[in-house]
Structures are given as structure tokens and as C-alpha cells.
């Protein structure tokens, strides 16, 4: 997790956009504990079919 934590805060610091969308079938820390680092939006979506992925990114994009 550390390795994780530390490549998303370099990826942070580049002010790239970003959104982690979590798609284990029992969302947990971990993938929100990289989002936070990434300063990333966290979705969690455990039934996820394209058009699901699909909408959560367009959801970022107009957010930014």
C-alpha cells in the first residue's frame, strides 16, 4: 500500500485530474486511502458494467 500511496502523490503533485473507481465486489480503504493520496474523486462501484464507468467519469470531467 505504502508503494502505492507514494506513486499516487507523485502523480498528484502533476495536477493531473483523476478519479479511482473501485470495482472489487466489497469496496474498502484501500482503493479510497490511493484516491485520497491521488487527490483523486473515489467511486465505488462493486457492479460495474461500462456504461457505470462510462457515467462516473463523464461525472469528474464536469465536475472539473
Given at each position: 500500500?505504502e508503494?502505492?500511496?507514494?506513486?499516487a502523490?507523485?502523480i498528484?503533485?502533476?495536477g493531473?485530474?483523476a478519479?479511482v473507481?473501485?470495482?472489487?465486489?466489497?469496496?474498502?480503504?484501500a482503493?479510497?486511502?490511493i484516491?485520497?493520496?491521488?487527490?483523486a474523486?473515489?467511486?465505488?462501484?462493486p457492479l460495474?458494467d461500462?456504461?457505470?464507468v462510462?457515467?462516473?467519469?463523464?461525472?469528474v470531467?464536469?465536475?472539473l
Amino acid at each position: 500500500r505504502e508503494e502505492a500511496a507514494t506513486v499516487a502523490r507523485r502523480i498528484a503533485a502533476t495536477g493531473q485530474p483523476a478519479v479511482v473507481i473501485d470495482t472489487s465486489r466489497r469496496p474498502g480503504a484501500a482503493a479510497a486511502e490511493i484516491a485520497k493520496a491521488l487527490g483523486a474523486d473515489y467511486r465505488p462501484l462493486p457492479l460495474a458494467d461500462a456504461s457505470a464507468v462510462s457515467a462516473a467519469v463523464r461525472a469528474v470531467q464536469e465536475g472539473l
